[in-house]
């Protein structure tokens, strides 16, 4: 959680600073984020595996649906065409994510069904949300 809180930040704290950002620094967080997305849920998805749990579909299609919020973003940017917003960025699938990783640990039934439920009806309506956005700024 503390990993995952500074890298919440790193973009804002850059932008912010006397040097600003810079395009190199945006593609190396980025990048890194998607990394770190993939470690977090690639860990979680290795344990449910490896107990024959069968929320492992569930999992693959939240990686698959984050991934592709991320670059739904990035392919409209390259175009061009602004695309922020959305119900569920990056930052709040990760508190999704975080959170219900956490009550699990602490033994609360359910509550990782319950995470990844919300995490991919969440990242759903983002994609869908994130291609009408896309799709009004190419008109």
Same mark, same amino acid.
């Given at each position: 959680? +503390? #990993?995952?809180? +500074?890298?919440?930040?790193? !973009? ?15 593609? $190396?967080? &980025?990048?890194?984020?998607?990394? *770190?997305?993939?470690? =977090?849920?690639?860990? =979680?998805?290795?344990?449910? =595996? ?9 999992? $693959?299609?939240?990686?698959?649906? !984050? +991934?592709?919020?991320? /670059?739904?973003?990035?392919? &409209? ?21 975080? *959170?219900? *990783?956490?009550? *699990?640990?602490?033994? =609360?039934? /359910? &509550?990782?069904?319950? !995470? #990844? ?7 759903? #309506?983002?994609? $869908?949300?994130? $291609?009408?956005?896309?799709?009004? !700024?190419?008109?």
């Amino acid at each position: 959680m +503390f #990993f995952v809180l +500074f890298d919440l930040l790193d !973009g804002t704290i850059a932008r912010l600073s006397d040097k600003g950002s810079n395009a190199w620094g945006a593609l $190396l967080d &980025s990048t890194l984020d998607r990394l *770190t997305d993939a470690v =977090i849920i690639g860990s =979680i998805l290795w344990y449910l =595996i490896d107990v024959g749990d069968r929320l492992v579909p569930l999992v $693959l299609i939240t990686v698959v649906l !984050g +991934f592709l919020i991320s /670059y739904i973003k990035a392919r &409209s940017e390259s175009l061009g065409i602004p695309c922020n917003g959305g119900l569920a960025e990056r930052s709040e699938r990760l508190i999704i994510l975080v *959170t219900a *990783t956490g009550l *699990t640990g602490l033994q =609360i039934p /359910y &509550s990782l069904a319950i !995470g #990844f439920w919300v995490l991919a009806l969440a990242s759903l #309506f983002t994609v $869908l949300q994130r $291609l009408l956005i896309v799709y009004k !700024g190419s008109k």
